[in-house]
């Protein structure tokens, strides 16, 4: 028997499963654990549960790494000093950039909780050789230096900013992955397919597309095709327009008038 607690390093970030051993931990407190590139800081984002090894020897569970204590003034201290060392790395590498004539785009720079390792994130068209860039890197800050090339979406998630909603950025806010998005989803959900219309700020398809496309799908199921003829007790005519919202559909009767009835009123010809 184990306790787990699931700690999250960035907002919006994937939850992690550490060993929770013997300290009390709430929700929202600032934790040093172990990691695979040394000591991090996170947040509790799930207060600790029991957890049951089972049959299995507890082989999963041994795999966990600790909490190694609970963060002090000290840590944060030092995580304000990681902030300060990013910034200068940021300002540095696009100067190297410049220097260099790259044709990458430099937009976020993470250290590790000891300012052992650096990681420069970057967005580009095609491969960079970036070889001489990290020499230089090196030269200056005396660390370990990782390029990264991310995609598009990812650097939205990273730098955030507000949607065409006036909200955060789902993504950065409380996505933990991103989730296959089509343009199918916008067509069943009667949107426009303009593009500048259904595109997030990353300029790829919204991931909200994805939030209602089960329930339009659901919905949909009761309802008869564009085109189809359809009967109700008081009318007769061809369907014009749907409203999965409202449950309604818009009739062009014989007597070439238009009519909104509900779904249920349908008696007849539902088929799609």
């Known amino acids: 028997m184990g306790r787990t607690v699931g700690i999250r ?3 919006g970030g994937k939850i992690y499963d550490f060993d929770c051993g013997v300290f009390v931990l709430q929700k929202g407190d600032a934790v040093i654990v172990e990691t695979e590139k040394g000591l991090g ?4 984002a799930r207060i600790p549960v029991e957890q049951d ?16 204590r609970k963060a002090t003034e000290e840590d944060f201290e030092q995580r304000n000093k990681n902030k300060t060392l990013e910034q200068e790395a940021h300002t540095y590498c696009l100067q190297c950039i410049r220097s260099l004539g790259l044709k990458m785009n430099l937009f976020a720079v993470e250290a590790t909780f000891d300012a052992s390792r650096l990681t420069f994130f970057f967005t580009a068209d095609g491969r960079v ?6 020499k230089m890197l090196v030269k200056q800050f005396r660390a370990r230096i990782e390029m990264r090339q991310v995609g598009i979406r990812n650097q939205a998630k990273m730098c955030g900013g507000l949607g065409r909603c006036g909200r955060e950025f789902c993504c950065s806010s409380f996505m933990e992955k991103f989730d296959p998005v089509s343009i199918r989803m916008a067509k069943e959900q009667g949107l426009s397919l303009n593009p500048t219309k259904i595109s997030g700020q990353c300029g790829r398809l919204m991931c909200c597309l994805t939030f ?3 329930v339009y799908q659901e919905l949909k199921a009761n309802f008869p095709g564009m085109g189809k003829m359809v009967t109700t007790k008081e009318h007769s005519g061809k369907v014009i327009r ?6 309604t559909i818009s ?8 009519v909104e009835v509900s779904v249920d009123e349908i008696i007849g010809n539902k088929a799609k």
């Open 129 to 134: 050789d970036f070889r001489q860039l990290v």
């Open 53 to 68: 090894n089972g049959d299995g020897g507890g082989k999963g569970e041994a795999q966990l790494k600790k909490v190694f």
């Open 242 to 247: 749907l409203n999965y919202l409202q449950q």
């Open 9 to 11: 390093f960035k907002t």
């Open 212 to 214: 209602e496309n089960k």
């Open 251 to 258: 009739l062009r009767t014989e007597d070439n008038q238009e």
């Open 41 to 44: 800081l996170g947040t509790v």
